[in-house]
């Protein structure tokens, strides 16, 4: 692809630095690419993810954003297409853990691995029985984690939310759903470390089915000056601003 202008290469030394920019920007459907390039802003092009020793993995993207001169000089890329394929395909990269042998000068090198088809894995996880989707969720992967929720919902929330590997901003879809039964939110509310962060606590005022037992806690749980705010959303039910309001008057 080094031929074709509209390729970029966005070379990693490592797994863990694969991890940082996927936590920093992949996630998010986005990348930055340091460096000169001849791209201009909205043309298409390739992105290829280059660990040390493995094929290239391949994104598509557009051009966004270009910075031509230091300092911070790079292509911001937006990642199209972006959808639940293109997702899954990259968190399974991402996780893929990598295998070493022993090199026989001493210590241990990388053994390069096919990527695993995250069609293969949707097909197989359609075809779980009850007892099998309750297992993968309690103990699988953040892909397979995702792959369960989309196909099964609210049959697996329950056995996500006890899956230690469960991520804030995957709790935090779950407590933002209409259909949630009242005992998962107690669940969630219940959690501390849940509770702590915004997403969570933004998803729990702004579902209906969060019982007015439960709002204290969760208010508390605010800044001083996110509380403030609270009764001037509209989106939240009016019983969360009244008991916000409530509270901060009482302060």
């Given at each position: 692809m080094a031929e074709h202008a509209g390729d970029l290469l966005l070379p990693l030394a490592d797994r863990h630095a694969l991890r940082v920019e996927y936590e920093r920007n992949l996630r998010k459907g986005r990348a930055?690419?340091?460096g000169p390039s001849p791209l201009l802003e909205r043309q298409r092009c390739r992105l290829d993810l280059q660990l040390p020793g493995a094929p290239p993995f391949t994104l598509h993207a557009e051009v966004v954003y270009l910075k031509p001169d230091e300092p911070g000089q790079g292509v911001g890329l937006r990642l199209d297409p972006w959808g639940p394929e293109e997702q899954a395909s990259l968190l399974a990269f991402v996780e893929e853990p990598e295998r070493v042998q022993e090199d026989p000068l001493g210590g241990l090198i990388p053994v390069e691995e096919e990527p695993r088809s995250p069609l293969g894995l949707q097909e197989r996880v359609r075809r779980m029985t009850a007892?099998?989707?309750?297992?993968?969720?309690?103990?699988g992967s953040m892909q397979e984690r995702i792959?369960?929720?989309?196909?099964?919902?609210?049959?697996?929330w329950e056995a996500l939310l006890g899956n230690p590997r469960i991520t804030t901003p995957e709790v935090a879809r779950i407590a933002k759903k209409g259909s949630i039964p009242r005992p998962l939110i107690d669940t969630i509310a219940g959690n501390s470390a849940w509770l702590a962060t915004a997403e969570v606590q933004r998803a729990l005022l702004s579902n209906p089915r969060t019982g007015p037992h439960l709002l204290p806690r969760i208010l508390r749980s605010l800044s001083r000056a996110d509380l403030a705010l609270v009764p001037q959303q509209g989106s939240y039910p009016s019983a969360v601003r009244a008991a916000a309001k409530k509270m901060l008057q009482g302060s």
């Open positions: 930055f690419v340091p007892i099998e989707q309750q297992r993968l969720a309690q103990h792959l369960l929720e989309r196909t099964f919902g609210p049959a697996v």
